[in-house]
């Protein structure tokens, strides 16, 4: 386990390879079409567990040796519940869509972590990627304290930005400030590499990876405020200058 290697970024998320064993277990949370399991899977021979309950998205992930697919939801409690598909392949949700958003309702199947990892035969998650409109804050709230220790990094889409979906934005940055701090106070480390936002959030268990407190606080420096400055650089060098006044 190489824990200096580099981050790396996948269809929007971002995580350390150097911090997956060999034999890596992947849940990909929100599989869409399979795209990130199929850039994960081609890294290594980690083992990846894709939920995407949307039956047409569900069929066109690619089939592999060592992906097994589940056409289920990942959520905070173990239902059946109305799924709503939107016109947008990337924006489905549990959460309602606006009208014109929408293009269908369907009833699917939702799994709890903790179900999956009873059903899956998994005694821990290396990676746990989280991309399902909005129900990633609940299924962190919602798990079990010794479930989460087992996870060595989750990285995950918060979706407070996007109006749609956040019943209100306030509200829902209150509740994923409340994730960072039920995960730090288990001892993960959380990097948002697109504050203010949080489209691109990752939580390093500190135990699993064998970081001190200050190799954790380095992290943060070198791969969070860095990306910062980077940013802030580039909006300035590139960005267009406004017009001058009309005289």
């Not at 005694?123 to 798990?143: F, S």
């Not at 949080?198 to 070198?222: H, M, P, Y």
Request: aromatic share 6%; net charge negative; proline share 6%.
């Amino acid at each position: 386990m190489n824990s200096a290697s580099p981050l790396v970024e996948l269809r929007g998320h971002t995580f350390y390879p150097g911090l997956l064993p060999a034999d890596a277990v992947v849940v990909d949370a929100g599989g869409n079409r399979g795209d990130f399991t199929r850039e994960i899977a081609a890294l290594g021979s980690c083992q990846v567990v894709v939920m995407e309950p949307v039956p047409e998205l569900f069929a066109v992930i690619p089939d592999a040796r060592h992906v097994r697919k589940l056409n289920r939801a990942l959520g905070a409690e173990a239902q059946r519940c109305v799924f709503h598909v939107g016109r947008n392949p990337e924006a489905n949700s549990m959460r309602p869509l606006r009208p014109e958003e929408l293009a269908a309702t369907i009833e699917v199947e939702v799994t709890t972590l903790s179900d999956l990892m009873v059903s899956e035969c998994l005694e821990q998650i290396d990676l746990l990627k989280l991309d399902i409109e909005g129900a990633e804050i609940d299924v962190l709230l919602h798990a079990p304290e010794a479930l989460l220790a087992q996870i060595g990094q989750i990285t995950a889409e918060f979706h407070a930005h996007t109006v749609e979906l956040a019943r209100s934005p306030a509200e829902e940055l209150k509740r994923i400030h409340a994730v960072v701090e039920r995960l730090e106070s288990l001892g993960f480390i959380c990097l948002n590499r697109s504050a203010p936002f949080f489209i691109d959030v990752l939580f390093v268990n500190r135990e699993r990876a064998g970081w001190s407190r200050s190799r954790a606080a380095w992290e943060r420096v070198v791969h969070e405020q860095g990306y910062r400055l980077v940013n802030s650089v580039r909006r300035r060098l590139f960005s267009t200058p406004p017009a001058p006044p009309a005289s």
